[in-house]
Each structure stands twice: as C-alpha cells, then as structure tokens.
C-alpha cells in the first residue's frame, strides 16, 4: 500500500477522532470514524482565520476553539460560522483486512 499507516480500527472506535500531521508538510489534521470501518479525515486548519481546530466527541462536532466555527464530521462542511467554507479533505483508506487507517497518495 502507498501512504503512511495512522492508526487501527481499533484503536479509533466508531464516532471518535484522531489527530495527526501530514508527513510531507507536517500539517494538522483530523480522521474521525464514522460508523462501521467508515473515516473521514479533513485538514485541522479552520477556514476562518487559520486557528488548529478539534474533533469534540460530545457535541459530535469539529470546533474552532478561536471564533466558535463548527463543521460536521463526516462532511467537513460548515454548520456554524464564522468560517467561510468547509474544510479540505484528507484522503485516506481503510486497508483490505479492514483493521489498518493510513493516508493514500
């Protein structure tokens, strides 16, 4: 496979989140399990003014700790600004044994 291991299944259980940086640049991001062996993985930079955001497992949400924005989490869209627009999305896959979360290429 091409790409950097991150995680397991696992260890990231349905409806938490992760972070981690980029291996090339060293950025934030974000990978959240949805349900089943689903993820999702978006840039942790908000779109408002660049503050790192977080994945908040009880309000089921990614908050900006700077000017309040919310995303979705399996989406990355805006759900309460003042952040303009979604945030990128990080590729990554589930390996074929269905246990392995790494970034793809």
Aim: with cysteine; hydrophobic share 35%.
């Amino acid at each position: 496979m091409e790409g950097t291991v991150l995680t397991t299944l696992p260890a990231l259980p349905p409806g938490t989140g992760k972070s981690f940086n980029t291996p090339d640049t060293n950025h934030p991001f974000l990978v959240i399990r949805g349900k089943g062996n689903t993820v999702h993985a978006f840039s942790a930079i908000c779109t408002h003014q660049g503050c790192t955001v977080a994945f908040n497992q009880a309000a089921n949400s990614i908050i900006c700790p700077c000017h309040g924005a919310e995303y979705n989490p399996l989406t990355g869209a805006v759900t309460q600004g003042p952040a303009p627009k979604a945030l990128a999305t990080i590729k990554v896959t589930v390996d074929a044994s269905g246990n392995v979360i790494y970034t793809t290429r």
